[in-house]
């Protein structure tokens, strides 16, 4: 149980184009859903938290224009890279929670922006 | 606030050696504690966690982990070391909060296993 998947697993896109992420719960209800952004060879940093049906709420530093975050059910959550630059390029991660303390990760996506 | 420390960047062991990771944390509630695995181009596996209840937690793949209040630690062990213990491991504190608690990590060790 508490399989989270996420698609597409990789993806190339190119200066100032926006791609979009998914994120399901594929057998739980996840109220909150978190998503990360992890550079090569160092730790995951939370770029924000959303619960269903309400705005997302960012960390500080990250751009609410930029990443746009939708959850829109209890088994969904978007992520949007608006207008993509290199800089943008990593590995993103979402994780979902339906009982508080734990979360539950997804494969990630890797972002390449040409 | 919530902190996690991991030192060194990177692990060498033979196979069938005991690993041993190191997590340090700092936290003004008493904690939950996770250690993760991540092997290349995937996302966390949840290795075990600590919620309070037994202070010696057993996860999967044989490691276990030992919760000290008195040293603030959280170390990672496995008596004997196989070659697909090769990963990224990290250690993450939760800040408890309910609905939308947070995690926090530490850096995260690569653990190799030579031969």
């Known amino acids: 149980g508490a399989v989270v998947s996420q698609h597409p697993s990789w993806v190339i896109c190119k200066s100032g184009t926006s791609v979009k992420i998914e994120c399901r719960s594929l057998?739980?209800?996840?109220?909150?859903m978190f998503w990360y952004r992890q550079f090569p060879k160092q730790s995951l940093m939370l770029m924000a938290t959303s619960n269903e049906g309400s705005k997302a709420t960012y960390e500080q530093g990250v751009e609410k224009d930029k990443f746009l975050i939708n959850h829109a059910s209890l088994t969904l959550s978007t992520l949007t890279v608006t207008s993509a630059h290199p800089e943008d390029s990593s590995f993103y991660i979402c994780?979902?929670?339906?009982?508080?303390?734990?979360?539950?990760f997804g494969p990630g996506t890797r972002l390449t922006v040409t | 606030a919530q902190s996690v420390t991991q030192l060194g960047s990177h692990v060498s062991v033979s196979e069938g050696a005991l690993v041993l990771l190191r997590c340090n944390y700092s936290s003004s509630v008493p904690p939950y504690l996770f250690w993760y695995v991540q092997y290349p181009n995937q996302g966390l596996q949840l290795l075990l966690k600590y919620t309070s209840a037994a202070t010696l937690v057993k996860g999967i793949n044989g490691f276990e982990a030992e919760f000290k209040k008195s040293e603030t630690s959280f170390h990672l062990t496995k008596p004997s070391a196989h070659m697909s213990d090769a990963a990224e491991y990290f250690c993450a504190v939760s800040d408890r909060t309910g609905a939308n608690s947070k995690l926090t990590f530490g850096k995260g060790i690569t653990l190799s296993v030579r031969p």
């Open positions: 994780s979902a929670s339906s009982r508080g303390y734990e979360q539950y």
């Open positions: 057998d739980f209800q996840a109220t909150t």
